[in-house]
């Protein structure tokens, strides 16, 4: 068994390069308030011996990504809450085809034939978010605290946003195809908070 002494010479190294813009307006007075945010962005990465050298996806980069967060005061104790979220997906690399493997069973009879890097994208992510609050002043052993109760939905209309990805093989076919994983459909919540 040999023992790399030297790790510098067992990693590549490469140069990263990142730009956007970023747009931000905010309302905090009267009985709706809120923000949205939007940045336009672009990163890159770039190593000599990956990918023959040209640029490719860091695997975050977003170039889109859209934020949309606001309150309405319904009444002295009722409020509502919506936020949007919206952003390009993330880069993965997807191969371009496949090579019969004859010998052994490593790879179940076929290799990916992988030639660029973070050549795909996965599908778009979004998803709205709603909540109702009713906070009240109350008193207990003569003390005041404040009591809110809040009722919420997550991804409300249950978006199913990928996770990730992996490649298989469908049995009928017998074709490579890439499958998406996700997590977190519509997901309802009740939530109790109190404050002295």
Request: proline share 5%; glycine share 6%.
């Amino acid at each position: 068994m040999t023992v790399e002494s030297d790790i510098e010479e067992s990693l590549t190294f490469g140069s990263g390069e990142s730009y956007g813009v970023e747009f931000f307006l905010k309302k905090n007075f009267g009985r709706l308030k809120g923000w949205t945010s939007y940045t336009l962005s672009k990163t890159t990465q770039t190593f000599p011996e990956l990918n023959f050298g040209e640029p490719f996806p860091f695997t975050y980069d977003r170039r889109h990504n859209l934020s949309i967060v606001a309150t309405y005061a319904i009444n002295e104790y009722w409020s509502f809450a919506t936020d949007f979220v919206f952003r390009t997906g993330s880069a993965y690399t997807l191969p371009p085809g496949r090579i019969p493997v004859t010998d052994g069973t490593l790879y179940d009879g076929w290799y990916n034939d992988y030639t660029t890097r973070n050549n795909t994208r996965q599908r778009s992510y979004h998803r709205l978010d709603v909540s109702f609050s009713y906070k009240k002043e109350r008193t207990i052993f003569k003390k005041k605290y404040e009591s809110e109760w809040i009722f919420g939905v997550y991804n409300i209309y249950s978006r199913q946003n990928p996770y990730f990805v992996y490649l298989t093989v469908d049995h009928q076919t017998q074709l490579p195809v890439a499958r998406e994983v996700s997590l977190l459909p519509i997901v309802p919540s009740v939530s109790f908070n109190f404050k002295f």
